[in-house]
Every structure is written in C-alpha cells, then in structure tokens.
C-alpha cells in the first residue's frame, strides 16, 4: 500500500503562483511514476503533468499546462511537487496526486494510488 497526501492548495489570484506537494509513504519502492491530475467543478479529472522516478525524471504536460506548470521530485523525500505560474480562473479544480507501478498516463483510471485531493481556486 502506497499513502499520498497533498498539500499546498489555497485561494489565489489570477495570475498568481501555488506550489503543490505530494508526500509519498508506504510500499515506495514499488512505485515507477507520480503526477499530478486535476478535477475542475463539474467536469471530468484529467491529467496535468507527470514524472518517472527512474534516472533522468522523464516528464510529460498536458497542453493545459505547458509552460505554466512544472512538475518535479525529490526522492530522498520521496515528494512530487507541481509548480504552477500564471494561474487561471479554469485552472480551479481539485488537484490530485497519483502513484503508479509503471507510469502515469492520460487515463485516470490507469492510476494505481490516489491521493484526497488539495483545493486550488483561481479568483478573476
């Protein structure tokens, strides 16, 4: 068993930055991969951004995020952070933080582990 938990979540203004952490525990060493995926109110989750934690932390956006969104690692800590810049009012949703034994994918239902969700919302 694998426990995420998030943290960073808050109340921002358009334009403004969040830094979003995952805090990983448990079975560590089964997992591959960990990225970020997002709910916003009344629509489907879908994926933000990604990392393998092998060597080199290959990383992969959706469109949605590239180059405002930055997801990075740090393994002694075993944490995934997303960075995110120049936020937008359809950026709110809830982010989730996911584990995978292979790798994250554009399908949430892939995901192996989950974590309860850290709210961001974008005021205009």
């Known amino acids: 068993q694998v426990q995420l938990v998030e943290s960073g979540g808050g109340l921002v203004q358009a334009g403004g930055s969040l830094r979003l952490s995952c805090a990983a525990s448990g079975s560590i060493a089964s997992i591959n991969a960990m990225g970020w995926y997002r709910q916003p109110p009344g629509k489907q989750r879908e994926l933000v951004a990604a990392?393998?934690?092998?060597?080199?932390?290959?990383?992969k956006y959706a469109d949605s995020g590239k180059g405002r969104f930055t997801i990075s690692r740090d393994n002694g800590k075993n944490t995934v952070y997303l960075q995110m810049n120049s936020l937008k009012p359809e950026d709110t949703a809830v982010y989730y933080c996911a584990a995978d034994r292979i790798i994250i994918t554009s399908t949430p239902s892939t995901v192996d582990y989950w974590g309860k969700g850290t709210l961001v919302t974008v005021s205009s």
């Open positions: 990392i393998t934690s092998s060597s080199g932390g290959s990383t």
